[in-house]
């Protein structure tokens, strides 16, 4: 089976219906996305799935295969952090930081779906994910300071 | 085994295990080897050929390399930054110039201070300690210094990773003196500097790791990987203590990857290749389960206990004549809690590979010491032959120091004689025990003129410390004669003694700070087929509760100000006072109303050395309990970091409301009925209060802080919810609480 992951061309042998979380994980060798719940419930397995948040642990590798695949490790690079990395590393956002390949990748969306998310817009979007710690209100600001809007905006009428 | 370690990377891509795979290159593996000492051990980051070692924990090389041996577990408190910061303070370079690697279970890194990780203790335990640490280093590099130029020491300063001659020019970095230093006597008391001259501690310095942990390449226990490992996923038994009599296999071993179906005495694993595999097999394993334990329900214990005589109960704190003063109007309320589960976001996992008497074991933990025990004991080598290694811990809060998931990898291991990862299903990490203590705690009180004149407090739970593992809290010295006399009478032994037992059941409510003249504590243990274990703030996650619940309830009995009636009681307990003040003045307590059907409670405890005072604003809409905002006022002594603090306090109130409000588990039939997301609630971004905090900054030395702000959220939620519509919530979680009343008015939700 062909993949399109990060950019690259990936070979893989298992059968269609393997959640492409293990595949990343254990074929690819891409472990920053992460095992949480096993039932779309946590979010920790988020990638982007042709620039759409997916929950990584409950698509079946045969549906996405030559759809392009984004990961943690292609969101940005130790090199080139994205906006809402550095905005992360910023705001000391992370504390265990196991939820936040996940965290990173929903905001990710959310930011190319709206720009200048409003808090409904945050809150409509991040409650799929769920951080343990309780780093919600850095990730808030976070994606504030990268979209340069203040907490308790207006919607942005977007929809 | 000195090969020097690879080339120089960033602290995160640091290969701080040697056998792991590092991202898709090729394999290191390296064999174990037996060190001077009959210790199993492998090469660290730290052997590097012509380096000043003046201790275990801290490493200097010719090349101004500094490496520091973290001996605490990485669990999202930020301890990595600030031990960092502590070394940095005393060594006199940047924090983020320092390479810090996770110690492995060595003994020479229990020098300092327990090789463990808990009771909010790290900052704590390593404030002198680790500084003077770091200090012998400084001293030794200005004193080879001296040597060098032949000047006094005395003349001498360090900065910025060298050293300075005060008068002159001449300077050299530390990786110049390090053949010099090696030399120079290690002093025996290393002067460590005043508060005044601190430059580092009490900065907001930003965490170390966060760029490992948004680039998703921080290697957590689950991402870890070595050469020929399989994967294994384990059947648990369906209800606590049961032991497999009989189970099939036949269609899972002939599945694709499958390398075995091992029956262990935890459950059955299913062992293959791949994870997906694993999975895919024990599906359909069948197994016959032996029905020891019954049908254990936690709505029965709960019956049981509020009709419990409390025949066994121990008198735990017993002042003035409780008897006599418990007269004129006496107020009575009962209080309960749940069994919780911790359920870190990393399901609990462990890697482990067994070869002849030797164990090598890869997992988040809270203490490596406990796991070599364990592992030791179950498979039966020597303490020694268990080397351990700590990655990061994808969260924790207690759960990490049992070592459940490591035993099950390590007899799968000795099974199928090749690493194996056990990976446990987030339903296996909600239902496999160690959890929160159910309680429940019946108070009682005597007000005379709006003055508490007597108190009681009669608290039954499970004892925490009988479910620990005494063998493996011992240290190694202990030999093991005595090791396993004190193991086999270990329940006895705590049974009888009231003081070791009643520790973490009644802090918080047998050392609250309110002055009472005649007060009686008193604890009841009881047992369950769960096993108990310490869930972050331990006893403060239900005491506090309880205490702060019933000193409001006086409050409204006395017809005094929540906030006022504490004061009365605290007159005597300055820091007490302090934290109470700082947050009913930010909370505009008393002063700035809100909106109608908005109330607010209030709580101050003392925990872990730290003092916490909240106030939390809740409304209850369309029967849920909502939470708007919280303030919290924290006195932890010298906050070495205050924005990690703050983050601290930010994660204590959402993971005490998370608590509060949903978190139960609960048995019927023995089964816990609780096993994902979905049926144990998490708070999540939208139901987050917005969090304003105030870190009082006082002269002492640190407390913790990992946990104390975790305990009185739960109360001051309680309160602001009676503030807010007048129902007294004494049950948690509360929102079921509210729910059985609402049921009880006959007002369905709207």
Redesign the interface.
């Known amino acids: 089976m062909k993949l399109k992951v990060n950019g690259e061309d990936r070979d893989v042998d ?1 059968p269609a219906d ?2 492409l979380l ?1 595949v990343l ?15 779309a ?2 979010g ?1 397995c988020t990638v982007h799935v042709d620039g759409a948040a997916r929950r990584s642990c409950v698509v079946a590798v045969g549906d996405v295969a030559g759809q392009a695949i984004t ?3 292609g969101l ?3 090199e080139k ?1 994205h906006p809402l ?1 550095a905005a ?3 705001h ?10 996940g965290q ?1 990748m929903m905001a990710a969306a959310l930011v190319r779906k709206h720009p200048q998310p409003s808090d409904a817009q ?3 979007v ?15 600001k976070a994606i504030h300071a990268v979209a340069g809007t203040p907490t308790g905006a207006p919607e942005s009428g977007e929809s | 085994m000195s090969e020097p370690q690879a080339k120089r990377k960033g602290v995160g891509r640091r290969r701080f295990l040697l056998t792991m795979l590092a991202g898709t290159g090729a394999l290191v593996v390296c064999g174990a080897v037996r060190g001077g000492a009959e210790q199993l051990s492998r090469a660290e980051p730290s052997d590097i050929d012509g380096a000043f070692k003046p201790n275990a924990f801290i490493t200097i090389t010719p090349d101004n390399r500094v490496l520091f041996a973290l001996t605490k577990a990485e669990m999202g408190q930020g301890v990595m930054t600030g031990m960092a910061m502590l070394v940095a303070e005393e060594l006199e370079v940047a924090v983020d110039s320092i390479e810090v690697f996770f110690a492995d279970s060595l003994p020479k890194y229990s020098a300092i201070d327990t090789h463990g990780t808990g009771g909010s203790a790290s900052i704590v335990g390593g404030f002198v300690s680790l500084r003077q640490v770091a200090a012998a280093a400084r001293t030794m590099l200005i004193a080879a210094a001296a040597q060098k130029w032949g000047v006094a020491a005395s003349d001498l300063r360090a900065e910025q990773g060298r050293v300075v001659e005060a008068a002159g020019t001449r300077s050299a970095a530390y990786g110049e003196l390090v053949d010099l230093a090696r030399d120079q006597e290690v002093p025996q008391e290393p002067v460590i500097k005043q508060r005044e001259d601190f430059a580092v501690i009490g900065k907001p310095v930003p965490r170390i790791d966060s760029r490992v942990k948004v680039t998703g390449t921080a290697e957590f226990g689950i991402d870890l990987r070595v050469a020929n490992m399989t994967r294994a996923v384990m059947i648990h038994p369906p209800r606590p203590g049961e032991t497999v009599i009989s189970f099939d296999a036949a269609e899972a071993k002939g599945m694709a990857g499958v390398i075995d179906v091992v029956q262990t005495p935890r459950g059955v694993g299913v062992v293959a290749e791949k994870y997906w595999q694993a999975q895919r097999a024990a599906a359909s394993v069948t197994v016959e389960w032996s029905t020891t334990v019954g049908d254990f329900s936690t709505e029965v214990l709960r019956a049981e206990l509020e009709a419990s005589k409390r025949a066994n109960a121990r008198v735990v704190r017993d002042d003035g004549d409780v008897d006599t003063a418990m007269s004129g109007t006496v107020i009575e309320a009962v209080y309960e809690a749940p069994f919780l589960a911790h359920a870190p976001m990393e399901p609990l996992n462990a890697l482990a590979h067994v070869v002849d008497d030797t164990c090598e074991i890869w997992a988040g933990n809270q203490g490596p010491g406990l796991l070599q025990e364990a592992v030791a004991r179950a498979l039966d080598i020597k303490r020694t032959n268990v080397l351990v290694h700590t990655p990061y811990l994808g969260g924790s809060f207690g759960r990490r120091s049992h070592p459940d998931a490591v035993l099950e990898a390590a007899w799968l291991s000795k099974a199928v004689g090749r690493p194996v990862q056990v990976i446990w299903s987030r339903e296996n990490d909600t239902r496999a025990g160690y959890y929160r203590p159910q309680c429940h705690t019946r108070m009682r009180a005597a007000l005379v003129d709006g003055t508490v004149t007597a108190m009681t407090a009669d608290a039954q739970s499970q004892s925490i410390m009988a479910d620990l593992d005494m063998g493996a809290l011992m240290p190694v010295a202990i030999p093991p004669r005595i090791r396993k006399w004190v193991m086999g009478n270990a329940s006895r032994l705590i049974a009888s003694n009231a003081v070791l037992a009643d520790v973490l059941a009644t802090e918080g409510i047998s050392n609250h700070g309110y002055a009472v003249a005649n007060q009686r504590v008193t604890y009841t243990p009881f047992a369950t087929p769960f096993k108990c274990s310490w869930w972050r703030s331990v006893g403060h996650s239900f005491n506090g509760f309880i205490v702060e619940s019933f000193i409001d309830e006086l409050a409204h009995m006395a017809e005094e100000d929540p906030v006022a009636f504490r004061r009365g009681m605290l007159a005597e307990r300055p820091r007490w006072l302090a934290v109470l003040n700082a947050v009913a003045e930010m909370s505009g307590w008393g002063k700035t109303e809100l909106a109608e059907g908005t109330g607010r409670g209030v709580a101050v405890v003392e925990a872990f050395g730290s003092f916490a005072a909240q106030v939390v604003e809740a409304r209850v809409e369309h029967g849920e309990i909502k939470v708007d905002r919280v303030f919290c006022a924290l006195d932890c002594g010298i906050a070495v970091n205050p924005d990690l603090v703050a983050a601290q306090i930010e994660g204590s109130v959402i993971f005490g409301l998370t608590a509060a409000l949903w978190g139960e588990i609960t048995a019927q039939q023995g089964r816990v009925q609780q096993g994902n997301f979905d049926t144990y609630r998490m708070m999540r971004m939208h139901e987050s209060p917005e969090i304003q905090i105030e870190l009082l900054d006082g002269p002492h030395e640190p407390g913790g802080v990992g946990e104390p702000a975790v305990a009185p959220v739960a109360g001051a939620l309680a309160n602001a919810v009676y503030a807010a519509v007048g129902v007294r919530l004494r049950r948690m979680p509360l929102q079921r609480a509210y729910d059985e009343w609402s049921a009880r008015q006959g007002t369905p939700k709207a």
């Open positions: 298992v393997v959640p293990w994980r254990e074929e690819l060798g891409l472990t920053g996305t992460k095992f949480g719940c096993g039932r419930l946590c920790a990961t943690i490790e940005g690079s130790d952090l990395q992360w590393v910023e000391n956002v992370p504390q265990c930081g196991y939820c936040q390949p990173l945050i809150d409509a991040m409650s799929g994910s769920i951080c343990r710690c309780g780093t919600y209100p850095r990730i808030r």
